[in-house]
């Protein structure tokens, strides 16, 4: 999608949303080039803030290739947010309902049509004490294997510092300024996986190979060594429960 054809809306979230960013915040955006000039395609992007949907959204408007998100679906209810991610054509979840499948099937039909479709492979913010991303899902997985369109990973750091997720305490923390770095890389090599069946296996496999070339780009961007075996709340939940029930035995 060319510049002439973001549309009014996004243009309108973009007078909105940039001079906050660009007085509150320093930029250091990478890797511009691996944004896909023409042609649908998929990024698979980190997620480690509320805040850092805007700080990628502003480094890809800049490249002229706007991203649509798949978002909750009660986002989508009236409000002024609402109105705007409607406006925008951003893709609405409807997580453990009957439409559920829905949103893939726009998702696809988005990226027939040479758009760009941004998926949050963790599916929520990152749980990671030290704000790794967690083991993915299969959505971008299976919407590369139907499409087969260009993955490009994306790895961001910097809105976390200024918006901790799930912080109690001094939520928005602007000063001293920080910086959003936003790191696109070449698009993640799947071409291995198209003759075979998207058994969960394979859907399994190529999210791995996803998410370990975020990791990698991440890790450049951090210049520091991610752990080996990527966080999963749901065991980490399953432990914490475990031990409380073991200490109210004692």
């Excluded at 609405?92 to 039909?109: C, H, I, K």
């Excluded at 069946?197 to 450049?220: F, N, S």
Aim: hydrophobic share 45%; net charge positive; with cysteine.
């Amino acid at each position: 999608m060319s510049r002439r054809r973001i549309g009014f809306w996004y243009r309108l979230a973009a007078v909105i949303a940039k001079p906050p960013l660009v007085v509150l915040f320093k930029r250091d955006w990478r890797g511009m080039e691996h944004i896909p000039a023409d042609g649908g395609f998929i990024t698979a992007v980190n997620h480690n803030s509320y805040l850092d949907p805007l700080s990628y959204a502003h480094f890809q408007y800049n490249t002229g290739r706007v991203p649509r998100f798949l978002a909750k679906a009660a986002l989508f209810q009236g409000s002024f947010v609402g109105m705007m991610l409607r406006g925008t054509r951003q893709i609405p979840v409807y997580r453990e309902t009957t439409v559920a499948l829905d949103a893939f099937r726009a998702a696809v039909a988005a990226i027939e049509q040479g758009e760009c479709v941004a998926f949050y492979p963790e599916g929520t913010l990152t749980r990671d004490p030290e704000m790794w991303p967690m083991a993915g899902k299969t959505g971008a997985a299976r919407v590369a294997l139907m499409t087969r369109a260009p993955v490009v990973p994306v790895a961001q750091w910097g809105a976390n510092l200024a918006m901790p997720p799930y912080a109690r305490e001094q939520r928005l923390r602007l000063f001293p300024r920080k910086t959003l770095i936003v790191q696109a890389g070449p698009p993640v090599d799947l071409t291995r996986f198209y003759d075979q069946e998207p058994t969960p296996e394979v859907l399994r496999e190529v999210t791995e190979a996803i998410m370990a070339d975020i990791l990698t780009l991440l890790e450049e961007v951090r210049g520091e060594k991610a752990p080996t075996e990527p966080f999963d709340h749901r065991t980490a939940r399953a432990e914490q429960r475990r031990k409380a029930a073991g200490e109210g035995t004692m």
